[in-house]
C-alpha cells in the first residue's frame, strides 16, 4: 500500500512557476513509476507527465511540454512538477499516481496503469 501526498498547489498569475510535491510514504518508492495528471473542472482527468523508477525515463503530454519537468529523489520519496510559464489553461487539480511495472513505454501516460492516487492539490492561475 503506498499513501501519495500532493503540495505546492496555488494562485499563480499567468508566466508565473510552482512546483508541486508529491510525498510517498513506504519503503518501495523506488519501485514505482509516478505520475502526474489533472482535472479541470467539468473536464476528464488528464496525464501530464510521468517519470521512470529511477528517473531515468520521462514523458510528457504535448501540451506542457517545454514548460513543466518531472523529477523524482528516491532518497527522500518524493516526485516533483516543476511547472513554468503558466497559463490559464493549466489550472486544475493535479494529481500525482504511483504504478507498479517493468517496461517504460508511453501507456504510463494512461490512467488505467497507476495503482494508487493523492487527494489533488488545487492550481489557479489567473490572467
Known amino acids: 500500500q503506498v499513501q501519495l501526498v500532493e503540495s505546492g498547489g496555488g494562485l499563480v498569475q499567468a508566466g508565473g512557476s510552482l512546483r508541486l510535491s508529491c510525498a510517498a510514504s513506504g519503503r518501495t518508492f523506488s519501485s514505482y513509476a509516478m505520475g502526474w495528471f489533472r482535472q479541470a473542472p467539468g473536464k476528464e482527468r488528464k496525464f501530464v507527465a510521468a517519470?521512470?523508477?529511477?528517473?531515468?525515463?520521462?514523458y510528457y503530454a504535448d501540451s506542457v511540454k517545454g514548460r513543466f519537468t518531472i523529477s523524482r529523489d528516491n532518497d527522500k520519496s518524493t516526485v516533483y512538477l516543476q511547472m513554468n510559464s503558466l497559463n490559464s489553461e493549466d489550472t486544475a487539480v493535479y494529481y500525482c499516481?504511483?504504478?507498479?511495472?517493468?517496461?517504460?513505454?508511453?501507456?504510463?501516460?494512461?490512467?488505467?496503469?497507476?495503482?494508487?492516487w493523492g487527494q489533488g492539490t488545487q492550481v489557479t492561475v489567473s490572467s
Open positions: 499516481a504511483a504504478g507498479r511495472g517493468s517496461t517504460w513505454s508511453s501507456s504510463w501516460g494512461r490512467a488505467m496503469r497507476y495503482d494508487y
Open positions: 517519470i521512470s523508477w529511477n528517473g531515468g525515463n520521462t
